[in-house]
């Protein structure tokens, strides 16, 4: 039965590599690649990265060929989705839907997350269940709703069959051999080099570049009365800076709130969506913080993509927190154990959007690097 199965499963990965050959025959697009490779070396700007002047491990060639394998939609079992489709450029590598398109019109669980900065972030996906890049570049591959590319080998054989992929593996890796390791490693050293750190917000702390009235209003609201620093804090806003990166250090840490990385915020009193809850009835509700970089171009927000705008996301945090049964401590009122309200007035809740608005990275949105090669 089992030899059935493989020689079955060999006939058909036949009858679809000698299609593939003829699609790519007739409609094969090139990746478009400058002459002489761009340079993947980190820029820190003023963003003073704990990991600044430390390798992260990206080669040049190694991204280039990353940088494909991210657009590339033959890396989806239909050749329909690509890494790109649901992490777009233009909207700091998320999309503008609440969940995204899969394979065959399927939609995601989730809201897709921008990529910024993740080149040592260990809290990775909304419920924090991946703990490096190196380990997560292969999840949507093999995702049954994002690409559906179940079979490694599979992959392998699509990979080797497109013409473009073997000189791109040599340059990056001194032969033409392709593994799946390969493939992880090199998607690896793309989305660790795709760091944005020239928003308004970086120029101003590092050479204290001033802020308009309103957004330097928001940014004492961020700071105080707001309480949001005190989980999206450090260099990414989202309480990780490589101080404290246990993702499974329990929310409410010590008490006090901070260096926590994950946390309930009170969306709904019962949530459909547990995130974190599936490791512990305590985490129920609970969600990684994510980084509020460029967050003005990346909305809808939250985990479910509830929110449309900016203003609604404040709007909850200003008057919709509900009582949820992990609910952070910052938003209980110390006697009563109740749902906080912040009393942010409207002008208040308009700084903070403004504010918010300083941390877009308008540079990182228009890379060449981070860019399509296959120009569609
Ligand atoms: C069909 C849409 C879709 C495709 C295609 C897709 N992603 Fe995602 N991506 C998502 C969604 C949705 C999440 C959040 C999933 C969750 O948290 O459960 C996510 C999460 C991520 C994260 C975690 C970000 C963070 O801050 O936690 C990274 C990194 C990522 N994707 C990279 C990739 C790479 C690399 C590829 C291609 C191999 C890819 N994605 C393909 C939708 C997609
Ligand atoms: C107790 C920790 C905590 C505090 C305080 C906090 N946040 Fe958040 N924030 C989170 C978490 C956790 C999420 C993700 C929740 C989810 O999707 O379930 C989030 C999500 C967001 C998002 C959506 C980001 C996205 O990509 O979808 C924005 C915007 C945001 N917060 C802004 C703020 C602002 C502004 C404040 C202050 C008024 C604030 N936060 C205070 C923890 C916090």
Redesign the pocket.
């Known amino acids: 039965m089992k030899h059935l199965m493989t020689l079955l499963s060999l006939c058909l990965l036949f009858a679809v590599i000698s299609c593939q050959k003829d699609s790519f025959q007739t409609k094969i697009t090139y990746p478009v690649l400058p002459e002489n490779s761009y340079d993947y070396s980190p820029k820190w700007g003023g963003m003073h990265s704990h990991m600044e002047g430390q390798e992260i491990g990206i080669t040049d060639a190694g991204a280039t060929l990353g940088r494909v394998l ?1 657009y590339d939609r033959i ?1 989806s079992i239909d050749n329909t ?1 690509s ?1 790109g ?3 777009s450029q233009s909207v700091g590598f998320s999309d503008k839907t609440k969940l ?3 394979i065959n019109h399927q939609k ?6 921008p ?1 910024s900065n ?1 080149y040592d ?1 260990n809290l ?4 924090g269940r991946s703990t490096s ?1 190196d380990d ?2 292969l999840e ?2 093999r995702n049954h709703k ?2 559906g590319m179940e079979n490694m080998d599979f992959l392998v054989t699509k990979i080797k069959a497109a013409p473009y992929y073997e000189d791109l593996f040599v340059k990056a890796y001194g032969s033409p051999e392709v593994t799946a390791d390969k493939i992880a490693h090199a ?1 690896t050293q793309f ?1 660790k080099s795709m760091i944005g750190c020239d928003s308004e917000m970086d120029r101003h702390q590092a050479v204290g570049q001033p802020l308009s009235t309103l957004a330097q209003q928001g940014m004492d609201l961020f700071f105080g009365k707001g309480t949001c620093y005190n989980c999206h804090s450090g260099p990414d806003f989202n309480d990780r800076g490589g101080f404290f990166t246990d993702p499974f250090f329990p929310p409410n840490g010590g008490g006090f709130g901070w260096a926590q990385d994950i946390a309930d915020i009170g969306l709904d009193e019962t949530y459909t969506d547990v995130g974190m809850g599936v490791f512990d009835d305590a985490l129920i509700g609970v969600f990684k913080i994510p980084s509020l970089r460029n967050v003005a171009m990346t909305a809808p927000y939250m985990h479910d993509g509830r929110f449309a705008t900016l203003e609604e996301v404040v709007e909850h945090y200003n008057t919709g927190i509900q009582k949820s049964p992990n609910l952070d401590n910052l938003f209980k009122s110390w006697d009563t154990g109740e749902a906080i309200t912040l009393g942010l007035n409207d002008s208040e809740k308009s700084a903070i959007v403004a504010f918010l608005h300083t941390l877009t990275d308008e540079n990182y949105m228009h890379d060449e690097r981070f860019s399509d090669p296959f120009n569609r």
Do not use: K, Q, Y
């Not at 990775?124 to 419920?127: I, K, R």
């Open positions: 991210f890396l989705v890494c489709s649901c992490h995204s398109d899969g995601t669980d989730r809201n897709a997350p990529i993740l972030d990775l996906f909304w419920d890049i997560l570049v949507p591959v994002e690409m998607m989305v």
